[in-house]
């Protein structure tokens, strides 16, 4: 049973996001901070039930009515669908976890329960009809609404996953991610930390693939941690940290970042090189790269020069032309590979702005490729799942410079990592340097990672 302000709350949370116009953590840490008088047990209620709401959006569309594709005109406010929508979603998250799609039974508990919520009754002729129609609901005709994803993402994914690797993605997409962190191996060792977050009573194991990694059970809050706070742990998915350690960076080397954003790979590339060479961080956002300073201060490294770039063709680019041993572009991409933790991404992209970052991707990529000496290591990699971010990316560019860049083959360094069942996507004949990590198969986030190396 829930208080009717945390409905109201949950409610004016998701009619925010329902805006799709930022992402959902800096919508709800802004109806956080508008909303102080709020205890820490109602906002993680609300956080909950908002991404719940998140995963489920075309059910809860169509159970308020709606279409499923959100428009200005249907995010008006309305006091009677926003409290239903709250109601619905904290229901929803109350079910537990669910995978698409849902049941019939399913749905009737989850209308079941928020009737039982609804002590006022304001909302039971309309969650009587839903149940009414809750067998429609359980037969969806398309595969979009089938796994809670907007029409042209489903059929993109199908196409180019086939039905069955489709399905499983789709219903690991709508999990929960688990807590991953990295431990600095610059300063700790991995099972010492281990022991000393058993002693704080904080369950976690060693990350399956990651060398550095750590899979916390639950999610306990860690911000005033020491051993966070003293740069010995840093928040990182495990597919993120397998993409640095897959760039291979070594002591003494020049490493170019060129997309660091704040930092979090910046800070294994580190590790990695022991605090040794010169390791550049580059963006062209100032406020991400500002992000990266205090965790820097932390990680006890000093070999990384940070750059804001204007563009990526930026002049100042032109000292470092020929000079780097490897150059990681983490490229800005649509995040698809993220939807467990940013649900809302599926509906703030569309085919249009995958198109578009397909041509600033392209455009990055020919950048940082003109960094490197011969010889040097150029990566690649997007936290997306579609061909038209990844591997059609790749194409062009291993056709375009086929006569001064050659496809690395991943062969001896999976293997020395005991990597070997990390998948290799379907890839443009010619072109098998790339390799992914899907949700359903490695848990963790999606992940594209492709390379070349440069000629002599
Ligand atoms: C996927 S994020 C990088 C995440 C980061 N590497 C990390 O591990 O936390 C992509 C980054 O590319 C940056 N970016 C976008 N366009 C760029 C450009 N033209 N040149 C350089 N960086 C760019 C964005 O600001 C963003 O920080």
Known sequence: MFARYLILATADVLQRLSRFDAPADITLAQFQRENPKLGSRDRHQIANAA???????????SWLGHSTTPTPANSRSNTAVDERLGLIALALDAQGLLT????????????????????????????DACMAKAQTFAAPLTSGLQHNLPEWLAQTLQAQYGDAAFGALAQSLKQTA?????????THKRNVVLQQLAEQGIVCA????????????????????????????????????LLALLTGAKRGETVVDFCAG??????????????????????????RLDGLQPRLKRSGLNNVHTLVLQSETDERLARLRGKADRVLVDAPCSGLGTLRRHPELAWRNSLRSIEELQ???????????????????????????????NG???????????????PFDWTATLE????????????????????????????????YVAAWQKNH
Not at 51 to 61: D, H, K, V
Not at 209 to 218: H, K, N, T
Not at 417 to 443: E, F, M, R, S
């Open 51 to 61: 991404f719940a709401a998140l995963r489920f959006w075309p059910l809860i569309q």
């Open 100 to 127: 698409p799609p849902l049941t019939s039974e399913q749905h009737l508990e989850i209308l079941q329960r928020a009737k039982s919520w609804d002590s006022a009754g304001m909302h039971h002729a309309w969650l």
């Open 178 to 186: 688990p807590l991953d962190l990295r431990v600095n191996l610059l």
């Open 206 to 241: 060693a990350t399956p693939y990651s060398p550095w990694g750590l899979r916390l059970q639950g999610k306990p809050s860690l911000r005033q941690n020491p051993l966070m706070q003293s740069g010995a742990l840093e928040v990182q998915d495990e597919g993120s940290q």
């Open 262 to 287: 704040a930092g979090g790979k910046t800070l294994a590339l580190g590790a990695m090189m022991r605090n040794t060479g010169r390791l550049y961080a580059l963006d062209n956002s100032a406020h």
């Open 359 to 389: 041509q600033t991707q392209r455009r990055i990529l020919d950048s940082a490729a003109s960094l490197l000496k011969p010889g040097g290591t150029l990566v690649y990699a997007t936290c997306s799942l579609l061909e038209q971010e």
């Open 392 to 406: 059609a990316v790749n194409h062009v560019f291993t056709q375009a410079n086929a006569s001064s860049f050659t």
């Open 416 to 447: 020395k990592h005991g990597l070997t069942n990390l998948q290799k996507p379907g890839h443009h004949a010619g072109v098998p340097n790339a390799i992914a990590l899907l949700p359903h198969l490695h848990q963790t986030d999606g992940f």
